[in-house]
């Protein structure tokens, strides 16, 4: 079954609004990747956690650094311009670079 | 900082012909390349991870025969679609991993159009 289970699969937001994406492993990851795919397919990565939070910005992420079993994104301030796709991706493990994706959170930002 | 060029950026081609795709790592040395398919669904699939020196690893349903990879040095690595049909459509993604950098980077992609 699917080792990244995204959620939620489509978010519309109001323009200021704050929100949050998760993503949960069903086995424990070594690290997690947040990327926003644009318009034109390109996948821009947002942040790279091994672990505990990062803040850039609008956006943070954090992962869980206990059981490694889930991470977040949070939005604030949300802007037309975050509208896109949110994909979480983890790394199982082997130190190679593999990793798994969620199916995605398409969010839609209005004014 | 670290960057990762793919090209094409879309290709379209009659069935049965064959499309090849180039990466290059600019900034970092990419240990690692791993080929991806993003679907029209917008799901992903790996199709193979490449390790310099070391044998490339297919994922089940997916064959060096039909999607060769060469990864010749630590800022270059190929793919060709050969033969291509209509379930070979789709975006194809490569990210490059560097030891030092622990994350993946990506390339553009390169969307593949089967006529």
């Known amino acids: 079954g699917d080792q990244v289970e995204q959620s939620p699969s489509a978010l519309s937001l109001h323009e200021g609004t704050d929100s949050a994406l998760r993503c949960n492993f069903t086995?424990?990851?070594?690290?997690v990747q947040w990327f926003r795919q644009n318009s034109r397919g390109s996948l821009i990565s947002l942040f790279y956690?091994?672990?505990?939070t990062k803040e850039n910005g609008r956006l943070k992420s954090a992962f869980d650094s206990k059981e490694r079993r889930y991470s977040t994104l949070h939005i604030r301030d949300a802007q037309l311009e975050d509208s896109g796709t949110y994909f979480c991706?983890?790394?199982?493990?082997?130190?190679?670079?593999?990793?798994?994706f969620g199916h995605g959170t398409i969010l839609r930002v209005h004014p | 900082g670290a960057l990762v060029y793919q090209y094409p950026r879309r290709t379209i081609c009659k069935s049965g012909t064959s499309m090849r795709m180039e990466c290059q790592a600019v900034?970092?040395?990419?240990?690692?390349v791993a080929w991806y398919r993003q679907s029209p669904q917008k799901t992903f699939e790996l199709i193979a991870l490449?390790?310099?020196?070391?044998?490339?690893?297919?994922e089940q349903n997916f064959t060096q025969e039909k999607f060769p990879i060469s990864h010749p040095n630590l800022s270059f690595s190929s793919m060709t679609v050969l033969n291509a049909y209509l379930e070979d459509r789709g975006l194809y993604l490569c990210?490059?991993?560097?030891?030092?950098?622990?994350?993946?980077?990506f390339g553009e992609g390169s969307k593949l159009t089967v006529l």
């Open positions: 991706a983890a790394n199982t493990g082997a130190n190679t670079g593999k990793l798994t």
């Open positions: 086995t424990t990851m070594r690290s």
């Open positions: 956690l091994a672990s505990g």
């Open positions: 900034g970092f040395q990419a240990t690692s």
């Open positions: 490449s390790t310099v020196n070391s044998a490339i690893k297919y």
């Open positions: 990210g490059a991993w560097g030891a030092n950098t622990g994350q993946l980077y």
